[in-house]
Each structure stands twice: as C-alpha cells, then as structure tokens.
C-alpha cells in the first residue's frame, strides 16, 4: 500500500470509553521502531508545534520501571511519569501515564511487521475528561507523523 492514507497517521478518540486508538506505518524495521518509543529519542518526535513540545524524557525501560517527560505544553511547563507494566521489543510496549494533577492513564504500543515496514498501534486510555481525550488524540497524529518523518529520513 503505497498510498496517502498509508503515509500518514490516523487517530480517533472514543469520548464514551474515554480512550483513543492511534495508527501509522512507518519505513522502519520493530527493533528500530521500539528504540524510538523507549529513549531519549522520545524528544525528537513526541511534539505538536506551538502545542507541546518534549524537552528530556528518562526512562528505565523494563517491567516496573519509571519513566518521565517534561517541556512546555501550550506555553506552560509541564510533566508526565509512569511505570513501565509491559516490556516486550521488539512487538510491545505499555506504560502508565500521569500528568500532574490527572489520573493514572496507559499508553500501550503495539508493532506489527507490515510490508512497508511497522505498523505502529497506539492505544491512549483512561482519561476523565472529553476534551483532553480529543485534544490528546490530535497530539498523537501528529507526533507520529514526526517519527515517521525521523526514521524515513533515515532509510533515504
């Protein structure tokens, strides 16, 4: 599938259940692909313009691991942490996510070999209100764009 449709992200929030389900396919091998959603590498691609932007991220990538990100987000600082639950490269990754001031959320990545090269599935849940739910889903568009931008610049 070499069409537009492939070459970018799509996601959609689910305002009901409150979650969000994120997918692009990107030129890059799982491996590859799992090193970029689990180091430092985050700060390149994890950004919405002029939205939210990632400056340090840590991570201590395994079952009960902790993790944090921090930048500015809408011109206020912000930061996130969580616990890595599931550790599985190069096919799957799952974390929880917390904000300040916000619940426990999971972010779960799923990588499929596909014929132009990983499928990336992003499943964002646990959110308690509907307008960071849509707003989230926005950001994940567009950050995966980014990391499918980074590593096809790579393959060239």
Not at 50 to 67: A, Y
Not at 122 to 134: A, K, Q, Y
């Amino acid at each position: 599938m070499n069409d537009r449709k492939s070459n970018v992200s799509r996601a959609i929030a689910d305002v009901v259940k409150m979650d969000l389900l994120a997918s692009v396919e990107i030129p890059a091998t799982p491996e590859r692909l799992f090193k970029a959603l689990a180091s430092k590498e985050i700060t390149q691609w994890w950004c919405r313009a002029g939205v939210f932007d990632t400056g340090e991220w840590t991570g201590d990538v395994r079952v009960g691991g902790r993790w944090r990100a921090s930048g500015i987000g809408r011109g206020n600082p912000y930061s996130l942490e969580g616990e890595f639950t599931t550790v599985d490269p190069p096919r799957k990754l799952v974390h929880t996510w917390k904000g300040t001031g916000a619940s426990n959320a999971t972010v779960a990545y799923l990588l499929e070999e596909v014929e132009s090269g990983t499928r990336v599935t992003v499943r964002h849940s646990g959110f308690e209100v509907p307008e960071v739910c849509l707003m989230t889903a926005a950001g994940w568009e567009t950050s995966l764009d980014r990391l499918r931008e980074i590593l096809a610049a790579e393959k060239r």
